[in-house]
């Protein structure tokens, strides 16, 4: 088989739509080892394969994180939720990554805040797979299991930040994702429900029993669930506010455990 120049994997990627067409050549051409593997990877990108499936990492937060095929890949907005997490709590030494897919939020936190007593859970055996490669260099915990359901009992009342990065697309809106996320990535991670906020209420309500006193709660929403979500938060008692970015077109609801208040 011919080697593929860089001009021909432009030119065939720029066909398929993609937008960013450039950028992805170099991406492919630097992570194929063989000319075989460069026209495999070309292909899975040119069929429509997510271009951090088709390499297997996603930048995030100045890391890179390891993805595979059928993991939700790690969105750039999802960096907020990290920023206001070390804006809340940037002493915070027990961590854990809810809903972690790769468990990118996990190990942004832990990079930027040192030695920390890290976790991370997901329902999907093939997320927590990724999230232990990926939480590895900062000691993580990674535990496979329904929300709440997967941590150590030991961990209640114990948790200085609690990131929750909820599917929270609605049921019937699912079908309207980008053909990258609806048929790439898993159900589980996308759908949050008929109006997408059931797994934030299941999140919102257990978060006060397993936070510290003066602990943070974090999820991200979109914009148009902003309110409900706050009543959500503030239902369970949080004191809750908003972190709005527009640059990121990121929305992220925030609840502390107040002082004083104890856990349910």
């Known amino acids: 088989m011919p080697t593929l120049s860089p001009a021909s994997v432009v030119a065939a990627l720029r066909a398929a739509g993609c937008v960013f067409a450039e950028d992805e050549a170099r991406l492919i051409l630097s992570a194929a080892r063989t000319p075989d593997e460069l026209a495999a990877m070309v292909d899975r990108r040119v069929t429509g394969l997510p271009l951090e499936h088709v390499v297997g990492w ?49 190990a942004a936190i832990a990079e930027a805040l040192g030695p920390i007593e890290l976790h991370a859970a997901d329902v999907d055996p093939a997320a927590t ?108 008692g949080l004191e809750t506010r908003v972190a709005v970015s527009e640059e990121l077109y990121a929305n992220v609801v925030i609840g502390v455990r107040v002082l004083g208040s104890v856990g349910v």
Not at 79 to 93: G, M
Not at 156 to 161: E, L
């Open 58 to 106: 996603a930048e995030f937060a100045g890391l890179r994180i390891h993805v595979e095929p059928g993991v939700f890949v790690p969105r750039r907005r999802t960096e907020y939720l990290v920023e206001q997490a070390l804006a809340q709590a940037p002493d915070a030494s027990v961590v854990v990554d809810l809903c972690c897919g790769s468990g990118a939020v996990g």
């Open 129 to 236: 797979r990724c999230a232990r490669r990926n939480i590895a260099p900062y000691d993580g915990h990674v535990h496979t299991g329904d929300l709440f359901a997967a941590l150590p009992t030991a961990l209640r009342g114990r948790v200085d930040i609690l990131a929750a990065n909820v599917p929270y697309v609605p049921t019937d809106e699912v079908g309207l994702l980008p053909a990258e996320a609806r048929e790439h990535e898993p159900l589980v991670a996308l759908d949050g429900g008929s109006d997408g906020l059931d797994i934030l209420r299941e999140v919102a309500t257990g978060a006060p029993a397993w936070l510290a006193p003066g602990g943070c709660l974090l999820v991200e929403t979109s914009e148009r669930q902003l309110p409900s979500a706050v009543g959500v938060f503030r239902g369970a």
